[in-house]
């Protein structure tokens, strides 16, 4: 008989070495490739970025299967109807009001961010043991989010990589790139201060490469990455604890197929976002090679936001345990 918690925490340590073996990784290429093919060459980056992109697609996939039950068939229609719904008002607002739908999307994402993580880290904490002591959301949580959102974004390299993505980006922190860099670098310290006081090493090392991936990495690759390598595949281990199949295979010792389950079922909504983008492209009249990353950022950025309204039950009900 396999001990449920013991396997369960496989998965979550594992992936958690994984995502930042992940970051490390795409550190190193970063600043390889930039010495190599140059800083400013973005073909090397707009790869990473969309291999990176396409990984984390699916994480958002099964929403409906942890919210509803599958006996409800009309529920879960109605409820995949409202999804998809607000996730095109989503993507007309953002096509439409760039800037100001940008700016939406670099708070709200900060904010679903720096949850998700605080929450898959209390998740573990649990696993390890149901006494012990938790991180407290506001020691962990502001960091985690603003650094793989805010920094690549006011970055001095970003406005090459922003204007390849939509021109009107570029100046959408209107100047105020200073004040982000220091509120950000003010709030990332006092995180690390507070998580090295409490001895929370494992947890200090994650700002801290956060913290390099969001300074070294291109913009476009320093978000890609962490949505991809870090949030999703995060996000994807604590969906192991809700889908019936992951159970099944923890029941039976499996760490690897539990994590597939998770996954799996996710994978034709990475092809539908191609698809879905390609018919986007078309509509918008515009060279699908020029647009094709602004296009799919848009629609990640559009189905994050049911994504988060979903989410946050499920990261309270972690938060609180």
């Given at each position: 008989m396999f001990c449920v918690i013991d396997v369960k925490l496989q998965v979550f340590g594992r992936i958690r070495t994984?995502?930042?073996?992940?970051?490390?990784?795409?550190?190193?290429?970063?600043?390889?490739?930039s010495q190599w093919l140059g800083a400013d060459s973005l073909n090397w980056q707009i790869v990473l970025a969309t291999i990176a992109l396409a990984i984390g697609i699916p994480?958002?996939?099964?929403?409906?299967?942890?919210?509803?039950?599958?006996?409800?068939?009309?529920?879960?229609?109605?409820?995949?109807?409202?999804?998809?719904a607000i996730?095109?008002?989503?993507?007309?607002?953002?096509?439409?009001?760039?800037?100001?739908?940008?700016?939406?999307?670099?708070?709200?994402?900060?904010?679903?961010?720096?949850?998700?993580d605080s929450a898959f880290l209390n998740e573990l904490d649990s696993l390890k043991s149901s006494t012990g002591s938790r991180i407290p959301a506001w020691l962990y949580a502001p960091a985690a989010g603003l650094l793989p959102v805010a920094i690549p974004l006011v970055n001095s390299r970003s406005s090459e990589a922003l204007t390849k993505v939509n021109d009107a980006l570029v100046d959408w922190h209107q100047g105020y790139t200073t004040e982000i860099i220091l509120v950000v670098a003010a709030i990332t310290t006092l995180c690390l201060l507070g998580l090295l006081q409490r001895?929370?090493?494992r947890d200090a090392l994650d700002i801290?490469?956060?913290?390099?991936?969001?300074s070294?990495?291109?913009?476009?690759?320093?978000?890609?990455?962490?949505?991809?390598?870090?949030?999703a595949l995060r996000?994807?281990?604590?969906?192991?604890?809700?889908?019936?199949?992951?159970?099944?295979?923890?029941?039976?010792?499996r760490p690897g197929q539990a994590f597939i389950a998770a996954v799996v079922p996710g994978l034709p909504a990475l092809f539908g976002t191609i698809i879905f983008?390609?018919?986007?492209?078309?509509?918008?009249?515009?060279?699908?090679?020029?647009?094709?990353?602004?296009?799919?950022?848009?629609t990640i950025w559009a189905l994050t936001v049911p994504h988060m309204l979903v989410t946050a039950k499920l990261d309270r009900a972690a938060l609180r345990k």
């Open positions: 994984l995502s930042s073996t992940a970051v490390a990784i795409a550190i190193a290429l970063s600043i390889l490739f994480h958002g996939a099964l929403d409906h299967l942890v919210t509803l039950p599958r006996s409800a068939p009309i529920r879960m229609a109605i409820f995949i109807v409202l999804y998809v996730a095109l008002v989503a993507i007309y607002a953002i096509l439409k009001w760039n800037v100001w739908g940008f700016i939406f999307v670099v708070v709200m994402s900060a904010t679903h961010f720096g949850i998700g001895k929370r090493y801290a490469l956060l913290a390099a991936l969001a070294v990495a291109p913009p476009l690759v320093a978000f890609a990455v962490y949505f991809g390598c870090w949030h996000h994807s281990a604590r969906l192991t604890s809700l889908l019936p199949n992951s159970e099944s295979a923890y029941l039976r010792g983008i390609a018919v986007l492209a078309g509509f918008s009249k515009q060279d699908l090679s020029d647009k094709f990353l602004w296009l799919t950022l848009v």
